[in-house]
Nanobody
Framework: QVQFVESGGGLVQPGGSLRLSCAVS????????MAWYRRVPGKQRELVAT???????NYADSVKGRFTISRDKAKNTVFLRMNSLKPADTAVYYC?????????WGQGTQVTVSA
């Protein structure tokens, strides 16, 4: 069973930055695309960023220009660099493939943006 383990979340002030990491238990190039999602309690999970195996990336309009998805092939790890964070970015962040698979969800990592 493939495992996705997210880390790097925390409490940050508005305007601050964080880098999230997602360690995957098998080669990330086994999948067509990797992705970061986030969920706020009471709302549906939102797709934040994707990166294909070919290196093409896409972002939700709400994070475009502020977030950057990247990867480390040797470490089977996907990253999400988040700059200029806003309170609206507060959520639990998850990585998965795109489209997501229900059996690939990990525990996620909490990001809280607050003064």
């Amino acid at each position: 069973q493939v495992q996705f383990v997210e880390s790097g979340g925390g409490l940050v002030q508005p305007g601050g930055s964080l880098r999230l990491s997602c360690a995957v238990s098998e080669s990330i190039f086994s999948f067509y695309a990797m992705a970061w999602y986030r969920r706020v309690p009471g709302k549906q999970r939102e797709l934040v960023a994707t990166m294909t195996s070919g290196g093409s990336s896409n972002y939700a309009d709400s994070v475009k220009g502020r977030f950057t998805i990247s990867r480390d092939k040797a470490k089977n790890t996907v990253f999400l660099r988040m700059n200029s964070l806003k309170p609206a970015d507060t959520a639990v962040y998850y990585c998965n493939i795109a489209p997501s698979r229900s059996d690939y969800w990990g525990q996620g990592t909490q990001v809280t943006v607050s003064a």
